[in-house]
């Protein structure tokens, strides 16, 4: 299982390339400049990770859906310049797991690279702190404690954030997921601390703007536990 770099820019994708071969384990299976030569690249080669900048030319971001159709166990790390919200969470809805702007430093790098291959979604506090000021209604998300520090999230916190947008109670979790009440505690907890956030209205609204779940999920009957 290897990485393929997708960026128009030759010095980029040679930037890119050191780190990983330096850095990481995961063989660089292929490179692209183009769509086109994406999805080639992704059938023909067994395809873990795409590193993409959806913004250079000769890209879009619907090529991400589009390879996922084809390829549904490929992960994207999206690495561009500054966006707007809008972009942001377009780029998380159609199948990006991992976001790093070009200006992190190597190490935030690697680690995206790294926690994208364990299952894992990484990004920047800066990303969800770029919503925030475009006034996309995030009010229960406590942003000035975010920091610029990547997010880690691991399968199993994402699998409770979705439970708890969708209004278990911290009991019926444990249940569904074989686990004792006081470990799904210790989990919410660290998911509080980790999204900044104060209650479960706030894990609500980032799994609805991180489309872990839909907004029709808001039809439930809220719980009361925070």
């Known amino acids: ?97 991992s976001y790093v702007k070009k200006d992190c430093d190597l190490t935030e790098i690697v680690n995206a690279v790294i926690e994208t291959r364990r299952g894992n979604k990484f990004f920047c506090g800066q990303i969800l702190d770029t919503i925030h000021k475009a006034e996309i209604n995030v009010n229960d998300l406590d942003f000035d404690s975010f920091t610029c520090e990547a997010i880690v999230l691991s399968e199993r916190e994402n699998e409770i954030i979705k439970l708890v947008a969708e209004g278990n109670t911290n009991n019926k979790i444990a249940e569904m997921l074989f686990l004792s009440s006081h470990t799904v505690n210790t989990h919410r907890k660290n998911i509080m601390s980790k999204l900044g956030v104060k209650n479960t209205a706030g894990i609500v609204m980032y799994a609805v703007k991180m489309n872990i779940v839909s907004p029709n999920r808001f039809l439930f009957t809220p719980n009361t536990e925070s």
């Open 1 to 97: 299982m290897g990485i393929v770099l997708a960026d128009s820019n030759d010095l980029v994708r040679a930037g890119l390339r050191s780190i990983i071969s330096t850095q990481t384990d995961l063989p660089i299976v292929g490179e692209v400049t183009n769509n086109n030569d994406l999805i080639e690249q992704v059938m023909a080669f067994d395809t873990s990770i795409v590193l993409i900048d959806f913004t250079s030319e000769g890209f879009n971001i619907d090529i991400i859906s589009k390879v996922q159709r084809v390829k549904p166990d490929v992960r994207f790390i999206a690495i561009t310049p500054e966006q707007n919200a809008q972009i942001l969470v377009d780029a998380l809805r159609l199948g990006v797991n």
